[in-house]
């Protein structure tokens, strides 16, 4: 699934997105400078975190 977070909403456009179990989560920009947040619930444990290797 690809998520486009813009803030242009009478486009369609979305501010946030929601990552299902499973799932991987990545951020990409065109601009300078992006700020990217992530809130989980429920709460975050690290029983089965796996970090992503860059290629």
Known sequence: MT???KQYFANGEV???N???SEWQAA???V???LVACMLA???TF???EMALLE
Do not use: K, M, Y
Request: net charge negative.
């Open 3 to 5: 998520c486009r977070l």
């Open 15 to 17: 501010i946030q997105g």
């Open 19 to 21: 990552v299902e179990p």
């Open 28 to 30: 990409d920009t065109d």
């Open 32 to 34: 300078p400078w992006l």
């Open 42 to 44: 429920p709460a975050f």
């Open 47 to 49: 029983f089965s975190f």
